[in-house]
């Protein structure tokens, strides 16, 4: 691997200090921002992840931050799903498209107040197209980038850690809610939620400079529980499925290709930006949509460019997203396949860049 | 240096095969793409730099296309700078500001025609704020990121090795112009720029499926004289006072701050968003501002963050990139600096992650 020559472009955040002292050795960039990738080993990492519990530094899910009175407006005009029934305390995922249903991001949007709302972004600046449209349309809000930055408490151990830490009552946080609880005299939103199947909670700090203090009180919180520093896992997030904007779509795919129909309420989603061109996809159903893709590989090169999914000589489709798996034995995947393909069962080929392999198509990815 | 993870999301360019041949030792993420920043070290390539020839993959400095009838109308929406001078045929650096006055990007703008422009940016999602801008104002304009991929030729050799590739009239394009020069059967356009003070060419490529083809053609050309791949160079591009966005300038930042106030026709630039924030800023004039800082040290740490400088214990501004500049003897620096301490050899202390170390202010850049 090649190193990453540090700038002050390549943002530290609140727990850099913490993830450093932990032995980080690889990091991605993610909204300008340092997101580590790697600590013992990722095959490691990902094995102490399903077993133990770990604190990962995701402050890089930066926040867009939309207040006042037209808040809710602008909030409904950026995506697909309906939002009329969320109330505050809730998360929701929700993809963001642009006028023609290309997806922009795909973050969880977080409902502090009827006026007042995060959006928790995956990979792009997704704040410049809330702030130009805010503009284009005179909206009476606010949009900025707060000093918040989300702490995760991942894997199975997370509950009796947290409960260490802010009490029992955070054993009661519903699945993408949220909660105020106190540290340090401050509010701070702690849902059920994170980037991992393994169950866990993401923390929203604001105001960094107790960035560390946080950090500390959590590692000396989880030492009964074999507590460590982590991060997203590349093997999990395959094998769970969570899908990674930028790498697994981009603003050329729609929704529905990214299997993410289920959060488009399109009809009923009044206002929305793109509408017009997602009520076609839906009534027509997308040409190519993403599948769990089993590689028949023992080793794999890192996925840095789209693999080409081949059906004898034909392309039809592309892994974007893969890994060995050592609990299922065999390479996992995310890839877009054409609908002549995408059949459970189908068997096709991937092109890596260290030779081809037999894939086979799956409709469900495995955790 | 830590290592860096690669994946589809940090995007290859059409020249990374050459960039790796070439012995690529890291990189940054500019864009959400592969930039390199160091071949065989920083010293070896900056000195390299100022007295042979290099080739730059800077295809991360990627392109906003506009295009349509209301395509000149959205552009100067964009910046304080007044385009109605500007003609097909030549490129304007241009801050790109907000409904505040903060920057958002600091792209160049390529006029191809009256209704088609490139903004070649800088690291930011501009293409976010166009399109929201172009959304909510119900433009006629298409806004996108096509398949362009500049090619850099940087240093004194550079018209040299130009000429032999694209023929003899290169040398005759005029600083911040481009022409179109044919190779293999398609048009580019070459303009005389780039990123160093070194002299050179950026070359547009479009369609990346011939960017090998370009880059081995500049690098037989070159031969002749020592070409060797390169990159942005952290030193020079310091010494000659080039700022980059997200290290040197963010969106909390006017570009008088930036020392870009000659680069802003506020009272003349109809239309521009931000522009009665700007008119206060120009009436005013800035409270802090950039300035050239040189620091007594033989070694300085990477600047990874802010260095704060102090007047005694007042913090009074921070520097926000740093080098050691073998020609100069010292450490070279870009800082922001309040209005009572940025004077012509004001002297000041920065505070740097490894020790503090006396600094003095430069109204200047060294070359």
């Not at 050795?25 to 519990?53: C, G, Q, W």
């Not at 002549?340 to 189908?346: A, K, N, P, Q, S």
């Amino acid at each position: 691997m090649t190193s990453i020559s540090p700038s002050r472009r390549l943002r530290r955040t609140p727990f850099s200090d913490g993830v450093e002292a932990a032995g980080v050795s690889a990091y991605t960039i993610y909204n300008h921002m340092l997101l580590p990738t790697v600590f013992r080993s990722v095959e490691e990492d990902y094995r102490h992840l399903k077993e133990a519990v770990q604190i990962w530094d995701v402050a890089a899910e930066r926040q867009v931050e939309v207040r006042g009175p037209d808040a809710a407006k602008l909030i409904q005009m950026l995506t697909p799903r309906d939002l009329r029934g969320m109330l505050p305390g809730q998360c929701y995922y929700m993809p963001v498209v642009d006028e023609t249903g290309g997806m922009l991001n795909d973050p969880v949007v977080v409902k502090l107040a009827e006026d007042r709302w995060w959006i928790s972004i995956a990979d792009s600046d997704l704040l410049y197209w809330v702030k130009g449209v805010a503009y284009g349309y005179r909206l009476d809000v606010l949009v900025d980038e707060p000093d918040v930055s989300p702490l995760a408490v991942q894997g199975p151990k997370a509950d009796d850690l947290m409960a260490n830490v802010f009490g029992d009552s955070v054993r009661d946080i519903r699945f993408f809610r949220f909660g105020w609880y106190e540290f340090q005299g401050r509010d701070l939103a702690i849902a059920r939620s994170g980037y991992s199947k393994q169950g866990g909670f993401e923390i929203y700090l604001e105001g960094g400079e107790i960035g560390m203090d946080l950090w500390n009180a959590l590692m000396e919180a989880g030492r009964p529980y074999d507590v460590r520093a982590g991060c997203p896992n590349g093997i999990e997030r395959i094998e769970g499925g969570l899908l990674s904007y930028g790498n697994d779509m981009t603003d050329d795919n729609t929704p529905h290709e990214c299997g993410l129909g289920r959060f488009c309420n399109t009809a009923t989603a009044v206002g929305c930006i793109g509408r017009d061109a997602l009520l076609r996809v839906a009534k027509e159903g997308p040409v190519q949509q993403v599948r769990a893709i089993a590689i028949d590989a023992k080793t794999l090169p890192s996925c840095d460019r789209y693999w080409p999914l081949m059906a004898g000589e034909k392309r039809v489709g592309r892994v974007s997203s893969a890994a060995i798996s050592p609990d299922f034995g065999c390479g996992v995947a995310v890839g877009m396949v054409r609908m002549t393909h995408w059949d459970e069962g189908t068997q096709l080929r991937v092109e890596t860049t260290e030779g081809a392999y037999d894939a086979k198509v799956y409709e469900k990815f495995w955790i």
